[in-house]
C-alpha cells in the first residue's frame, strides 16, 4: 500500500525549499493561509519601501524628480520595462511599463489590427477573461464591422480547456489577428505560445497575448518564438498592489509601426519637449504609451521586481510546479468522496501558477474557508482557485489548507452559508 504524505514531510519540503526566506518579506497575517496571489498578490517590504522612498522623493525632488533622484521619473517606464523583459524573454527595449491591461490591449488592437478585404477576423476564446472580449469586440465596432461576423470564438470541448488544434482549425484565411491568453484564469491551462506563434505566422496571422495569468509565474521566451505583442498586469505574481501599472510586450521586428493610439508619453523621448503637433513615436516599445505614468503605481514594481531579478524565473517555476503538484497529491489523498474534481492541468507543462478545483457547492465551500482562513477566490460556476505563489507560499500551509478544507466537508461547515456569490467573488 502507498504511504500517505504526512506533515513532518512538508516541514522538510520547506527545509529544503531555497526560496523559502523569501517569505519573510512579505506581510502575511499570522495564521491565515492565503492562496489568492493570482488575483492579488501580496505587499512586500521591498515592495513598500520603493513606494514611500518615491513618495519621499515628491516631497522632496517635485518637479525636479522626472530627472533626478534615484529612479527619474521620466525613464522609470523603460527602466521597469527592462527588469521585466527577462520575465516574459523579450529584449530589454521590447517592455515597456504602462497604462493598464484593458487599456494596453486596446492600444495594440488599434496599432495592429487592419482588416483588409478578405482578411478581417479576430480569433480569441470562450473561456477567456470578459474584459478581452469587451475590448476586441468594441475594436472591431469602431472599425464598422459587426463582431458577430468577424469575431471568432474558439469552443471548448468540455468547458475547462481549450484545445491548440481547435484554435489552429480557426486559423483560416479570413482571420488577420489572434487574441490569446497564456494561462486560461479559470483552469489555470497553459497554452503552447510556441506553436500556435509558429502556426499564425505560417497563415499570415498576427499572435497578441494576454499574460497577466503567467508573467511571474511561467518563464516565457516571447522575442525567440516571434510572438508578436502581449500585456500584462502587475499585480498578481508580480505582487506590486491593486491597479499597479500593467505592461506593453512588442517585437522588435514592429518597431516602427506607428501607434493606433497617440499620446506625448509614447514619442521619441529626445523630442518630447519639442512639443511639436507632429507626432513622432518612439522606435521602441515605449511608442505605444500614452500619458505620464502614474509613478506612484508603479514605484512598488522597483521593489517587488528586484526578487525576481535576484532568483530568476526558472526557480520560481519549479517551486511553483513543485507547490501545484503537492496540493493536487494532497487533495487526491484526503478529499477523495467529497465530490471535488480537479479542474486544471495535471502535466507540468500544461499548468500555470494555480489549481482549479471544481465543486457543484463551490460559493459556500470558499466562503467557508475564508471563515477558517484560508484565502481562495470563486470563479463562477463551480470553480475554488487556489494559488500557492512561490516566493511566499511553504508546502507547510498547502497541507493545512487541504486539511481545513477536509475539515468543512467532514463538519458540513460549508452549509450554513448561502450559494449567492459575493460581488467580488
Ligand atoms: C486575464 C486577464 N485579463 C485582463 C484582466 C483585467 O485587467 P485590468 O482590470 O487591469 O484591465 C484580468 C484581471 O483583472 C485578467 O485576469
Ligand atoms: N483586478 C481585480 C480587481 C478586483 C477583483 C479582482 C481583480 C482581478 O484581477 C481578478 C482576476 N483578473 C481574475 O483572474 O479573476
Known amino acids: 500500500m502507498m504511504m500517505k504524505s504526512t ?10 525549499d531555497i526560496l523559502s526566506k523569501y517569505r519573510n518579506e512579505f506581510y502575511l497575517i499570522p495564521n491565515q493561509i492565503y492562496l489568492d496571489g493570482n488575483s492579488l498578490g501580496l505587499c512586500s517590504i521591498r515592495a513598500e519601501k520603493t513606494f514611500l522612498e518615491t513618495f519621499e522623493s515628491w516631497k522632496r525632488d517635485q518637479i525636479d524628480g522626472w530627472s533626478s533622484g534615484e529612479y527619474p521619473w521620466f525613464y522609470l517606464a523603460e527602466m521597469l520595462g527592462a527588469k521585466m523583459a527577462p520575465l516574459v524573454g523579450a529584449k530589454k527595449e521590447e517592455v515597456i511599463a504602462t497604462g493598464t491591461t484593458t487599456v494596453n490591449l486596446h492600444q495594440l488592437i488599434a496599432t495592429f489590427y487592419h482588416p483588409e478585404g478578405k482578411r478581417t477576423k479576430i480569433i480569441a476564446n470562450d473561456l477567456d477573461f470578459p474584459s478581452d472580449i469587451y475590448a476586441i469586440k468594441s475594436q472591431l465596432q469602431l472599425h464598422g464591422l459587426d463582431p458577430e461576423e468577424h469575431f471568432l470564438s474558439v469552443k471548448s470541448r468540455q468547458g475547462r480547456y481549450i484545445d491548440e488544434e481547435d484554435i489552429i482549425a480557426c486559423m483560416q484565411d479570413d482571420v488577420t489577428l489572434m487574441i ?5 484564469y479559470r483552469s489555470g491551462q497553459l497554452l503552447d505560445i510556441e506553436r500556435l506563434t509558429r502556426e499564425a505566422h505560417q497563415r499570415g496571422i498576427l499572435i497578441g497575448l494576454d499574460a497577466c495569468h503567467s508573467v511571474g509565474a511561467v518563464p516565457h ?13 502587475s499585480y498578481k505574481y508580480l505582487n506590486s498592489g491593486p491597479g499597479s501599472v500593467a505592461a506593453i510586450y ?8 506607428v501607434p493606433g493610439l497617440a499620446g506625448w508619453f509614447g514619442s521619441d523621448k529626445e523630442r518630447q519637449f519639442d512639443m511639436s503637433h507632429v507626432f513622432e513615436p518612439s522606435r521602441q516599445a515605449g511608442a505605444y ?8 503605481n508603479a514605484a512598488p514594481l522597483i521593489g517587488s521586481l528586484s526578487m525576481f531579478e535576484e532568483i530568476g524565473m526558472g526557480s520560481i517555476r519549479e517551486k511553483s510546479l513543485s507547490l501545484t503538484r503537492y496540493m493536487m497529491l494532497l487533495i487526491e489523498e484526503e478529499l477523495q468522496g467529497w465530490g471535488f474534481v480537479i479542474g486544471n492541468p495535471t502535466e507540468d507543462h500544461r499548468r500555470g501558477g494555480h489549481i ?3 465543486h457543484e457547492e ?9 471563515e477558517a482562513n484560508v484565502i481562495p477566490d470563486f470563479r463562477a460556476p463551480n470553480v475554488i482557485r487556489l494559488a500557492p505563489i512561490a516566493l511566499y507560499t511553504s508546502y507547510q500551509d498547502v497541507w493545512e489548507a487541504v486539511q481545513r478544507l477536509k475539515s468543512i466537508m467532514v463538519e458540513g461547515k460549508h452549509k450554513v452559508y448561502s450559494h449567492e456569490r459575493g460581488v467580488i467573488a
Open 7 to 16: 506533515q513532518e514531510e512538508a516541514v522538510r519540503f520547506d527545509q529544503q
Open 180 to 184: 490569446l491568453p497564456t494561462v486560461l
Open 221 to 233: 521566451h516571447f522575442h525567440q518564438w516571434g510572438v508578436d505583442f502581449a500585456v500584462w498586469c
Open 250 to 257: 512588442v517585437h522588435e521586428k514592429h518597431f516602427g509601426t
Open 289 to 296: 504609451q500614452l500619458s505620464a505614468p502614474s509613478i506612484l
Open 356 to 358: 482549479s478545483l471544481e
Open 362 to 370: 463551490a460559493t459556500r465551500i470558499c466562503k467557508a474557508l475564508k
